[in-house]
C-alpha cells in the first residue's frame, strides 16, 4: 500500500474517471479518460475548486433540464465548448452522445448508465461545505427581505378571494359564477375543515427541539422560562403547559409577573450551510414558542398520518411514496399511454411564499387562534434590525413543514374533481408528485395562491425526475454521491466518520479504485479502522482485505473476541437543574418519547440496585446532555 500525504479534490475525481473507464471502456477507453484528467487539471488550475463546486454542476443543470423538460440541450453560460457538429460538449463527450442527440433533443431511451455516470462526476463537489463569501450571504439576506416585500402583493390578492367568499356565501348563483381561485380556496377550506373537524390543538405534549433558539439559550437552560408572552399563554395557560406539577405553581408563581407579559423576543436569523451556490437560511425559535410549537407539530403529524383523508397523501416522517412516484414517472410511455405518467414539482422558497393570510384564508379560524398564538411576530436579521414577518413561519419553526406542506395539498386537493387524480398527489413537504395530465394546472393554481413554483426544476416532460432525493431516469436511479465533508489533514470525528460512508458509497456503486483511494488515506490518520466482518458498533469498511490488519484479541473474562477499533465517543456534559426544571424534562423529554402503554413499565425499570450503588439503566438522564457537535475519537477494544 502507497503511502499518501492526503486526500486531494483532484486526485479523487481522477479516480472516479478511471474507475467510469474501467466498467464502460467500450467507449471511453483509458486514453479518452487521461485526456479528460488532463482537461480537469488544467482548469482546475485556472478556475480553483469553482470548476469543481459550481461549473461542473451548472453543467450538470443543463442536462438535467434537458432531461426532464423535453427542451433543446442549451450549453451556453456553462463553460464548455461544444463538439464539431453538436450541441452537447467535448468534456465526456462519450456519455452526452449516448444520451442527447446532436440537435440535443434526449434519445428515447437514452443510456440509463451514461446518465448516472454524468451526474456522479458533474455533481460530486455540489454540496461540498466550502466557506461562503460575504456576497453569497448578503444575496440570501436580499432574496428573504425581497420576498417579504413581494408577499404584499400576494396579500392584496387572497384579500380579494376571501371578499368573493363572503360575497357569495348566501347566493347560490354568485357562488356558481365566482373566479375558480376562489372555489378552489373554498374547497381547499372545506376539506381542512373536515381533516381537522375533532382535532383539538390544546390538547399537546410540548418539548423543545434540538435546535438553537433566538436568546442562545444552552440545552440545559431551555426549560428555565425568562419571557412567555401572554398571547401563548391565552391559548396555553403557564400553569398546564410551563411547569411540572401543581407544586410548582405554588412554589414558584410570584416569578410569573417578571416571565409573562407583553414583551416579546423576536426570532432570529441564522445561515446554515446549503451547497456551494450559497447558505441556507433558517429561523432560531425563541423559547417558548418552540416549546409550544413542538407539541403542536407531534400533534398534527399524528392525525395527518392517520386520517383517511390525508393519510395516504401527505407525508412528514415517510419519502418513499414520493421517491416511488419519481421512479414511476421517469418510466418511458407509449404513445397510447401519453400523459399517464407522473410529473413532479419543485416548489422555490416554498416555506417563505406560505403567507399567514393564506393560513387564515384556508385553515379552520378556531385551529388559527392556537397556530398564531406560537408564531413569530418578527425576526432579528444578522445587521440588528427586526423584520416584521408576512410569511406564516420561516424555515426553522417546528410548524413550517407540516403547516406547508398541508397549504399545498388542500390547494390541489381543491383543484381536481376526480377521485384518481386526488388520489395520485403526494405532498412531502415542498415536493410534490402529481399526475402527468393536469402538471401544468396544478403549477398555475399554485402560483395564483402566491407560491413560486421553480419551472427549471419541474419534471414535466421526458424520461428525467426527481423528488425527496431520488433522481429517476427511466425508471432507474440515477441519484448521485455528493460530497459535503471537507477532508481535513488532522483528525476529526465528523471527517471521520463522512469519509467512510462515502467510501463505502462508492464500493457499493462500483467505483473500487476510488474505494481504495480514500481508504489509504482514512488508514494514514485513522487506522485501526474495523470492517463490516468485525461486527462492531463503530464506523466500518465494507473491505479491508488488502489493507492493515486489525488487532484482534481474545477477552478470557468475558469469553469473546475483541478488535481494536476507532470510534467516536459522543461528547456529554452533565448538567444539574433546579429540581422543578428537571423534573419537567424528564416528563417531556423522557416518558413523553415513549409510547403510553410502555411508561409504567418504563419508570418501574428505571432505576435498579447494583450492590450498594443505585444504576440508572434507562439511557435518558435529565441531567445528562449530549452536544450536537461531533464526538471525539478513540479507540477501545469491541
Known sequence: MDPIKSLDEFSLIANVLRDVSLTHRSWFSTASCEQTINKVQSRLDSEGRGFLTKTLPSLGKALDKALSSGQSFDLTNTGFQPSEGRVTPIFLG????????????????????????????????????????SDQEQAVLTQF????????????????????????????????????????????????????????????????????????EKP????????????????????AFFCASVGQVCDEHRKWSSINDESEVPARVCLVPKDS????????????????????????????????????????????????????????????????????????????????????????????????????????????????????????????FPIMALTIWSLLHASFSDTDTRESILVYGDDVVVPLRVAEDAIAVLEAFGLKVNRDKCCTKGPFRESCGMDAYQGVCVTPLKLKTVWTCLPSADSYESWIAYANSFYRRGYFTTYKYIVRALYQLYWPIAGKEHHVGAPSLIDVSDQQDVPIRSNKRLQRREVLVTYIRPLTRRKVLSGWSMLLRFFTASLAATDPDERLKRLRILWTKDGDQDICRDPFSVSLYTERRSGMLGRCWL
Open 94 to 133: 462519450e456519455f452526452f452522445e449516448r444520451v442527447l442527440s446532436a440537435s440535443g433533443s434526449p434519445l428515447i431511451p437514452g443510456c440509463a448508465s451514461s446518465v448516472c455516470v454524468l451526474r456522479q462526476i458533474l455533481y460530486l463537489f455540489y454540496k461540498y461545505e466550502l466557506p461562503y463569501t
Open 145 to 216: 427581505e425581497r420576498t417579504e416585500t413581494e408577499l404584499i402583493e400576494t396579500d392584496t390578492y387572497l384579500h380579494n378571494v376571501q371578499v368573493w367568499m363572503q360575497w357569495s356565501v348566501d347566493s347560490p348563483v354568485r357562488r356558481r359564477n365566482c373566479p375558480r381561485m376562489v372555489k378552489i380556496a373554498r374547497a381547499a377550506r372545506a376539506t381542512l375543515r373536515e381533516l381537522f373537524r375533532h382535532f383539538d390543538l390544546s390538547d399537546i405534549s410540548p418539548s423543545h427541539g434540538p435546535g438553537a433558539v433566538s436568546t442562545g
Open 220 to 239: 440545559w437552560e431551555k426549560y428555565k422560562w425568562r419571557n412567555v408572552p401572554t398571547r401563548l399563554t391565552d391559548m396555553y395557560p403557564f400553569d
Open 277 to 400: 451556490r450559497g447558505p441556507r437560511l433558517i429561523s432560531c425559535e425563541p423559547p417558548a414558542l418552540q416549546w409550544i410549537q413542538q407539541g403542536q407539530r407531534k400533534a398534527i403529524y399524528s392525525l395527518v398520518e392517520k386520517h383517511p383523508l390525508t393519510k395516504w397523501n401527505v407525508f412528514f416522517t415517510d419519502q418513499v411514496p414520493n421517491q416511488c412516484g419519481a421512479l414511476l414517472g421517469s418510466q418511458i410511455l407509449s404513445a397510447t399511454t401519453i400523459g399517464e405518467g407522473y410529473a413532479t414539482l419543485d416548489l422555490k422558497e416554498a416555506s417563505d411564499r406560505v403567507s399567514l393570510e393564506l393560513v387564515r384564508l384556508l385553515f379552520p379560524s378556531d385551529l388559527c387562534r392556537f397556530l398564531e398564538a406560537s408564531r413569530s411576530l418578527s425576526t432579528k436579521l444578522p445587521c440588528g434590525r427586526i423584520l416584521n414577518l408576512r410569511k406564516f413561519a420561516p424555515m426553522g419553526s417546528a410548524l413550517c
